[in-house]
C-alpha cells in the first residue's frame, strides 16, 4: 500500500472511531449509568477534600463509564505523592487529566496527554483549573503500525521521541479497546522510558487487556506485573531489562 493510501485509511480509521465514540458510545454510557451508580462509589469526603485543596471544582468532574473510578484516583493520586515524577505520559485523557494537572503544578512535573476524541479534549481543556501550563494535550488521529511479531497495531499519530526528556511514569486508560486496542502502547512507549520508569493499566480485570499484558510478557521477558490489591482493576508494571 504507498502512503497517500495509507494516510486516507489512517483517516477513515480515525474518522470512524470518533463518530462512534461521539454518537454510539455516549448512548451505551448513559445505559450503562445506573449499573455504575449501584456499582461505583462516589468521590468520598476524604477525596472530594483533597482534590478541593488542590484547587479543583469536584462537582465539575465527571466519573461516568468511560473514567477512571474515584477510587482509582485516590490510589494514583498516593502513588504520584509518595514518589512525584518528572514527566508523565498519559494515554487516553479524561477527568484524570485536571486531576494530574493539578499534581503536576504541585509537586513540578509535567505531563503529556494523547486523545483522539475532540469532544473529550474540549471537556479535558474547559476542566483544567490548576496546572493547565504544565500539560501538553496531543489531539491526534491513528496510524497503522507493525508490532515485532508482524501483526498490525493502531496507535497515535504521533513519534513520542520528539519529545525531549523520558518518561518515569505512565499512565495507559486508552484507546478503546474494544475498537482501537491497546496491544501496541509498550512497544510504543519502550523506547522512551526512564530507567526508573513506572507504568499503570487501566482496566487490568478484563479480558482485551490481559490478552495486552500476557502479550507484553511474551515481547518483553523482563517485564514485571504488580497487581495491588489496593486497587483492584489497575495493574503496576516495569520493564526490568529487554
Keep these: 500500500m504507498n502512503s ?16 462512534i465514540q461521539q454518537h454510539v458510545t455516549p448512548w451505551g454510557v448513559r445505559w450503562r449509568m445506573s449499573r455504575r451508580a449501584r456499582i461505583v ?11 478541593t485543596e488542590l484547587g479543583l471544582d469536584v462537582d465539575r468532574l465527571w466519573w461516568g463509564p468511560m473514567t477512571l473510578h474515584p477510587r482509582k484516583i485516590e490510589y494514583l493520586m498516593r502513588e504520584i505523592e509518595s514518589q512525584p515524577p518528572r514527566h508523565l505520559l498519559e494515554v487516553g485523557s479524561g477527568s484524570s487529566t485536571p486531576v494530574l494537572a493539578a499534581l503536576a503544578r504541585r509537586y513540578d512535573f509535567q505531563v503529556v496527554s494523547l486523545e483522539n476524541h475532540a469532544g ?6 474547559e476542566s483544567m483549573r490548576q496546572g493547565a501550563e504544565r500539560v501538553d494535550l496531543v489531539v491526534t488521529g491513528f496510524r497503522r503500525r507493525r508490532d515485532s511479531d508482524g501483526k498490525p497495531y493502531w496507535w497515535y499519530d504521533i513519534e513520542l521521541s520528539r519529545f525531549s526528556q523520558p518518561f518515569d511514569m ?5 484507546p478503546m479497546g ?11 512507549i519502550e523506547p522512551v522510558l526512564a530507567p526508573d520508569h513506572r507504568i499503570y493499566i487501566d482496566d487490568a480485570n478484563r479480558d482485551h487487556e490481559k490478552k495486552c499484558i500476557a502479550h507484553w ?26
Design 178 to 188: 474494544s475498537l482501537v486496542g491497546r496491544g501496541g502502547a509498550l512497544r510504543e
Design 217 to 242: 510478557q511474551r515481547q518483553f521477558r523482563g517485564l514485571n506485573v504488580e497487581l495491588p490489591a489496593e486497587c483492584r482493576g489497575i495493574a503496576k508494571l516495569r520493564i526490568l531489562h529487554t
Design 41 to 51: 462509589a462516589p468521590p468520598s469526603t476524604e477525596l472530594r477534600t483533597r482534590l
Design 4 to 19: 497517500n493510501n495509507s494516510i486516507a485509511r489512517d483517516r477513515l480509521f480515525t474518522h470512524f472511531v470518533n463518530m
Design 120 to 125: 473529550s479534549a474540549s471537556y479535558v481543556r
Design 170 to 174: 505512565i499512565l495507559i486508560d486508552g
